[in-house]
């Protein structure tokens, strides 16, 4: 499946409809830091976008620390954003 | 429950327990890359070592890229290393 990368206003549109986000520096991945009560909350989170993930075949950076969960969206082979992060984006809101 | 710190001793003898680690440069953590087939096998390796870590309320810090897991181990509690840290190594690597 060919992949879209997303121009600079599409871009605009995306962190206009998802306001947590942030642009990398490079401009070729959004990001965010989520805080959760502990432990279980934050790792439960991340199987919930991990099943997401797997299904979809578009999987994000992402670390933790305890109750914390920093996660990065990026398209390798758009070389920068496509619609699948704003999809993603779009259902991690759904599971927080 | 009090922590023990390691010794430099105790640290070296738990790396040659565990010759896939490696010591982080400022000595309070151990470090390790793991390499998975695809994210499935990643993510199901985050999960036993999860459910691991909030039995025994000690917690990695990790992140993961698709098929890629980096792990830190330390403990706060103790301002660097202690067993608790040689037994999630120890618990890791029965989860490979």
Redesign the interface.
Known sequence: MSVHRLSEPEIAAMLAEFPGWTLRADGHAIERTFKFAD??QA?GF??RV?LY??KVDH?P??????NTVEVALTTHDAGGLSTRDAAMARAIEGYL
């Open positions: 432990f279980n790792f991340m199987t991990a993930a797997d999987h950076e992402w670390s933790n620390v305890y």
